[in-house]
């Protein structure tokens, strides 16, 4: 008589067949994505450099808002870079916090292999010219910002200071030592957020150091700004310039056709020294504007505010600039 195996027995059998074959599923398609982005090598973190490194115009917008309902909305918002506002907004590193891992997409990472964020978050702080307010640049940072924007930078000493700011001091004999900087290192959350094990070595400014993941944005918004364009672009490390047309127009004291004639002659000698320096140059504009501006040169441009996620308007300003700099 033959014996046929007892029930129990043959479930197990099944049952564990199915699990190595999930378990070899599963490892197969983790591996996939790792094994891409290994295929591609290092994966930068900042994609607004990466699109500035390989020629290409960039959009964003400012926000004051750092909901996460905000957050979410913007890392899938097409967008670019987003320009989190710390110096008309609420200087609260905290919310700055939850906003960025509110940032962070999952979904995203998986899809694409990698941790790069499709929007690089900058976050522009309080005056760090005029203050010398360095520890807010060092705590933006820490927490897991890409980038700081500098406001109401005058002369080539403020700037140099921004640099400064940004950069953690350079091992001796570096061939970009200069300008040696100041952050201090504590940055636990950012290698946290960014999920790479060489924060250290990649928390530079770009284009100074060619595998830079940081960018140094100044912002002219002043007559004298304008006036010492030059040698403010003299200073290493500066990844791009942006000219803030309401105070420049506040600070010129024009007004009627000719302050708007006086405006637009001041941008276009900020433009001019950006293009004469291969400095990625950005501008506030809209659906009306967007087209002129990225034919002009400005490639590194925002196209609204952001609170509350992409509204019709921003969305239409957004696929205008990207047709314009031929981008789809």
């Known amino acids: 008589m033959t014996l046929l195996p007892r029930p129990t027995s043959v479930l197990r059998t099944l049952a564990l067949a199915v699990a190595s074959t999930t378990i070899a599923l599963t490892a197969r398609a983790q591996a996939a994505p790792a094994a891409a982005a290994s295929a591609q090598g290092p994966v930068r973190m900042n994609r607004a450099i990466e699109l500035l490194s390989s020629g290409q115009s960039t959009f964003g917008i400012f926000s004051h808002d750092r909901s996460l309902d905000n957050a979410r909305l913007l890392s899938r918002s097409g967008l670019d870079f987003v320009l989190i506002d710390m110096e008309h907004g609420p200087l609260d ?37 005029r203050d010398q307010a360095s520890f807010i640049a060092k705590q933006v940072l820490d927490v897991g910002a890409m980038g700081v924007m500098f406001p109401y930078i005058n002369t080539k000493e403020e700037a140099l200071q921004a640099v400064r700011s ?24 950012a290698v946290w957020l960014w999920g790479v094990s060489d924060y250290t070595d990649r928390a530079d400014v770009w284009p100074l150091d060619p595998r830079g993941d940081l960018m140094a944005v100044i912002q002219i918004e002043t007559a004298e700004a304008v006036k010492n364009v030059s040698e403010i672009l003299s200073v290493p490390g500066i990844s791009a310039i942006f000219v803030g047309p309401a ?14 004639a006086e405006l637009e002659a001041a941008i276009q000698t900020v433009l001019r020294a ?3 320096k291969n400095i990625p140059i950005g501008i506030t504009t809209n659906a009306q ?11 590194f441009v925002t196209v609204s505010y952001g609170d509350g996620g992409i509204t019709p308007a921003t969305a ?3 696929q205008l600039g990207r047709t314009a700099a031929g981008r789809r």
Do not use: H, W
């Open 274 to 276: 950006c293009k004469a």
């Open 247 to 260: 105070d420049l127009a506040m600070s010129l004291g024009g007004t009627g056709e000719a302050g708007a």
């Open 289 to 299: 504007t967007v087209e002129r501006r990225i034919k002009e040169g400005f490639n």
């Open 316 to 318: 239409t300003a957004l």
């Open 166 to 189: 940004v950069r953690y001091p350079q091992k001796r004999g570096a061939p970009d030592f200069e300008p040696q900087g100041i952050r201090g290192s504590a940055p636990g959350n």
């Open 93 to 129: 590193v905290e919310t700055l916090r939850t906003f960025l891992l509110g940032m962070t997409d999952k979904r995203r990472v998986l899809e694409k292999g990698n941790m790069q964020p499709d929007v690089t978050p900058i976050v522009r702080i309080a005056p760090n010219g």
